[in-house]
């Protein structure tokens, strides 16, 4: 279990997290959703000791970050967003030097299991190569092995499967799977919200160093009033603030992005022409409609206001 | 793909031993060393180098210096393995530089291993890799200036050891100290100078300028090179040099060491 009590880091006059409280089951894949700079990559290496926090408490597996660093790194494997391996060296020689510094796997043991991860991968035959040569999705790859390699107690995953195409996107999916189920606890902090709603039980949202939302994807969902949002593509008009629909009771939230308005209502079906009249009489030139069930990117939408690409 | 998830043969999660003092501090070095015979042209071209010095150089400027008592080329040819090897020890300061720049320094800090060993496990490797630099120098001297006695040999090379781990612990210093890269490489290599050409590895201080000669004494280069020449020539030990070197080891191991945890836990790194 890891347990985040009021935590917070500031750097500076910079508060990159801030009052941070979530606890994390045991055998668990938790989604960490947050745009650019939200302070998730902060948050995960304050857990792995990497940093220490300004305020609030850590606790991994019950081992405190500042006050048991040493045992708090031997349960925790990171898969950084942008992979961290030196260039020089091959895949083998990476994920075989990572295992040793990780595990207490005999050479045997650890020779084979760095051979499994690297055939599951499809990178057995570039075992060799020396990673500056690889391309951006085999880098990824050789990342995310060294994770899937040392399966640790924490298993920390940060964008997964950027770079990677569609089969091995699947395949590094299975693997997290895989890990969970052996035992492990998983984080994937992700920009993919298929990502985010495919792995995790549960998917937290950061914004601006704070936990803005927490719970499984059908209770984000549920969050948002109604569980409707009418989607309307707009031309030029006016500003949109939330008082623009503030005559209709079922409206609970108006967002817009670029040339978005995203209108987050109850009983959308019935209220669609009136809204729509409503804006044309603001003056906005509406090109399209579309009305839909919520979905993980609006909840996202909804509360940090901005979109993930 | 050629196999798929199911396939991977798993098994318990095995975490990293605990305990194990040595073990960690000894992987790290093995790391920086690893790297460097990755790279086995970088060894043999600065042989080469050394060699053009030493029969080029160092043949010509001997015959120039005619000082009754001073073999100038065998004091040159023992001076430049010393300087060789204070040169090659400054890298590791750019290594951890960069690993810092490209986010490497993050990764490294999330394994298990602590603060202590792994800044005495980069020390040593950088200080193991400068030596396995410099030995085949170092057997073209002892093999030139015909240097065999093994106990002699063996004060050298602990002098030679010494300085490199000092010089990896001030290159980490000033690596973890100085934020602007240019500014880093400028520092570093005006650092390099002063100690190195400010020392009595190549030179007597009898005939430098008195503002060297003023300085070149507390150089740790002329620690490592007067204790190593009063091994090799006087087989003798230089107590008073070989302290020097220790205290330069322990100061700056220390200082690198604290100036590391200042600094990452500042984030700058981030």
């Given at each position: 279990?890891?347990v ?10 910079l ?7 979530l606890t994390?089951?045991d ?7 947050g ?10 290496l ?8 300004t ?5 991994v597996?019950?081992?405190d970050?500042?006050?048991q660093?040493?045992d708090v790194?031997?349960?925790i494997g990171i898969?950084?967003?942008?992979p961290?391996?030196?260039?020089i ?9 990572h295992?040793?510094?990780?595990t207490?796997?005999?050479k045997p043991?650890?020779?084979?299991r ?39 107690k ?5 964008e ?9 996107r ?34 937290a949202?950061m ?16 969050t948002q ?9 707009v ?7 939330q008082?623009?629909?503030?005559e209709f ?7 817009k ?13 019935l ?14 030139k509406?090109d ?7 979905t993980l ?5 909804s ?7 | 793909?050629?196999?798929s998830?199911?396939?991977v ?13 040595m ?21 043999i ?5 050394f ?11 001997s015959?120039?210096?005619?000082v ?16 060789t ?11 951890i530089?960069?690993?810092a ?24 490797g950088?200080a193991?890799?400068a ?7 170092f ?18 090379l602990l002098?030679?050891?010494?300085l ?11 690596a973890?100290?100085?934020?602007n ?15 190195a ?23 740790p ?8 020449r ?14 020097g070197?220790?205290a330069?080891?322990?100061?700056f ?10 600094r ?6 981030a």
């Open positions: 279990m890891i985040f009590d009021k935590a917070g880091k500031r750097f500076g006059n508060d990159a997290v801030r009052d941070f409280s994390i089951n055998e668990e894949i938790l989604g960490l959703l745009p650019n700079g939200a302070g998730k990559t902060t948050l995960m304050m857990m792995a000791t990497v940093y220490r926090p305020s609030g408490t850590i606790t597996q019950g081992l970050v500042i006050g660093p040493n790194r031997r349960q898969a950084f967003q942008d961290r391996v030196d260039g060296l091959g895949a083998f020689d990476v994920l075989n030097w295992l040793k510094m990780t207490a796997l005999s043991e650890r020779e084979k760095v051979e499994d991860v690297l055939k599951a991968l499809d990178l057995w035959d570039a075992r060799g190569k020396r990673t500056w040569l690889m391309s951006g999705g085999m880098k990824k790859k050789v990342e995310d092995a060294k994770v899937l390699a040392q399966r640790p924490i298993a920390v995953f940060d997964p499967t950027a770079f990677l195409d569609v089969p091995s699947l395949l590094v999916w299975n693997m997290i799977r895989e890990l969970r189920e052996e035992g492990s606890t998983v984080i994937v902090a992700t920009n993919m919200m298929d990502e985010a709603e495919r792995l995790s039980h549960r998917v949202i914004n601006l160093g704070k936990l803005v939302a927490v719970g499984t994807t059908e209770q984000l969902k549920n009033k109604g569980g409707e949002v009418l989607e309307l593509t031309g030029d008009g006016p500003e949109v603030t008082d623009l629909l503030n009771s079922e409206v609970s939230q108006v967002r992005v670029e040339n978005r308005i995203m209108v987050y209502l109850n009983s959308g079906r209220l669609l022409p009136k809204i729509v009249e409503t804006l044309t009489g603001y003056g906005f509406i399209s409609v579309h009305l839909k069930e919520v990117e609006d909840v996202f939408l509360y940090t206001g901005q979109r993930l690409e | 793909m050629s196999s998830a199911t396939q043969n798993v098994s318990n999660n095995v975490t990293a031993p605990s305990g194990a003092l073990a960690p501090i000894v992987q790290m070095a093995i790391r920086d060393i690893s790297v460097l015979f990755r790279t086995p042209w970088i060894i071209s600065r042989s080469l180098a060699v053009i010095q030493l029969f080029v150089f160092a043949a010509l400027i015959k120039l210096v005619n009754t008592g001073l073999d100038f080329f065998q004091y040159y040819a023992v001076g430049s393995v010393v300087g090897i204070a040169s090659i020890s400054f890298i590791i300061g750019y290594d530089f960069e690993e720049e490209e986010g490497v320094l993050d990764y490294l800090l999330t394994l298990p291993v602590s603060r202590r060993q792994f800044i005495i496990g980069r020390a040593l950088g193991v890799r030596m396995i630099y410099v030995i085949p120098m057997v073209i001297v002892a093999v030139l200036e015909n240097f065999s006695n093994p106990l002699s040999i063996a004060g050298a002098d030679l050891f010494l490199a781990f000092g010089i990896t612990g001030l290159s980490i210093t000033v973890v100290s100085v934020r890269a240019n500014r880093f490489d400028v520092v570093l290599a005006l650092i390099e100078l002063a100690i050409r400010a020392s009595t590895a190549l030179y007597p201080i009898a005939f430098m300028p008195s503002y060297v000669a003023a300085l070149a004494p507390f150089s280069v002329s620690f490592a090179a007067d204790s190593t009063a091994a090799l020539i006087g087989a003798s030990l230089d107590l008073v040099s070989l302290a070197l220790v330069f080891v322990v100061i191991l220390g200082l690198g060491a604290a100036f590391y945890f200042r990452v836990e500042g984030g700058v790194y």
